[in-house]
């Protein structure tokens, strides 16, 4: 019994180290976010804050949901190396280059119409606006190394490559905040400046990145990936697991859109104190996604192994995990709100009122902890269909109703209420499906893919 026990947790180690590694790269992210924001908060005008946080609205649209990039190169790079293919490996990384080049290309041509079709949708005063659109215009630059950033961070996780993430996170996101003390700070080039500093720090996040796989690639395997990357059957699997992660991207974006916007028609003080709540929100996401990242690579490894008979385990050690990850974070924000929240800004009036709805981060992290690591999980089996199921469940149903409540009746408490019913409705969906998953024999979109490697 030991023996078996020993035996179906012996991923310890391993979960536990892409775990950390997932957390300290993914929380860059959102930290060099709050540097931003802290930078811009202590400047006199808050309009700069306020554009600057509604213009992350139209990134959150062209990056965030843009990560099933890096997802999917997790997922099929960890399959392959299960089935020992590195061929396959090789070929994962320079299909989804190619798919990220390809919408990077797309984004820079069609900025404009995007940054004019955005401003429009969105409320807010002139001023705000144009610290909004000067920071879009700088930021919008780094498109191209934020996707192929994305392709590298799955490909380097998918192989438990976890220092080199770690690495190409530190000089990004460091570079980020000497970037931003500089431009803001000495310069005076306020949210445009904040823009800036973000799209040149990614940028360097990825040439150290690029130098990192030309070490690290077996060249002469190279060739032979080359002969079939373009293989019908491998690059339908692709598109089919990409298009099913965009659309789970999509859902929870789009909620947050909602939410934001629906808190800019309650005026700029509102639209201020959610968007910094939204900042802790979106450091816990985070940081549960650094454990959802790794059960994903776990999960895809194991099922390529054909050990299925891991993936209860796993599921109860990540789920721990992840509420032990999140719940810090809520608990340290309501009973510390002005420790916390004037490292932010020093607007009295915002402190002041975020006390009224700072306990909602409780609910918030604690289902999107579950959620998320869920999510992870079925990305791990490459079941697509089913996360992109849950996805629009939750803003459908769980979402969007109330949210018109709240926006009818102007009310922020019941806002808070939509977004926490979103995670709910989300892990409610993906739970009922999990007990079919622990016999895992190939689904949907890896089958394609497992043959055609």
Known sequence: MHQIFSDNY????????????????????????????????????????????????????????LKFIRSSSNSFTAQAVGRDDYKGVIQVALRNGLIALAVAALILILQYPIRELGFTLLSASPEVKNAGIAYFDARIWGAPAVLLNYVLFGWFFGQEKNAYVLVMSLIGNGSNVVLDYIMINQWGWESAGAGLATAISQYLALFTGLIFACFHIRWEDVPAALHNLFDWKALKATFALNGNILIRYLALISALAVFTNISSLMGTNILTENGLLLQIVTLGIFVIQGVGNATQSLTGNFKGKGDSQKLLPLIQVATLTSLLCALPLALVSI???????????????????????????????????????????????????????????????????????????????????????????????????????????????????DRSC
Request: proline share 4%; no cysteine.
């Open 335 to 449: 009973l510390f709100p002005e420790t916390i929240f004037k490292l932010l800004t020093n607007h009295t009036e915002v402190i002041e009122n975020i006390s009224d709805y700072v306990n909602w981060l409780l609910p918030v992290l604690a289902f999107a902890a579950i959620a998320f690591m869920l999510e992870g999980y079925f990305i791990g089996l490459a079941k697509g269909s089913t996360l992109s199921k849950s996805s629009l469940t939750a803003i459908l149903v769980g979402f969007l109703p109330l949210a018109s409540v709240a926006w009818y009746f102007n009310s922020n408490h019941f806002l808070w209420l939509a977004l926490s019913l979103y995670m709910v409705t989300s892990m409610l969906v993906l739970a009922i499906q999990l007990p079919g998953t622990f016999q895992v024999e190939g689904s949907g979109d890896a089958k394609l893919l």
């Open 10 to 65: 012996d991923f310890l180690n391993r979960f536990y180290r892409l775990t950390f590694v997932n957390i300290l790269s993914g929380i860059m992210i959102p930290l060099a976010g709050l540097v931003d924001v802290a930078f811009l908060g202590h400047l006199p005008e808050i309009t700069h804050l306020a554009g600057v946080i509604l213009a992350t609205i139209l990134f959150d649209y062209l990056y965030r949901v």
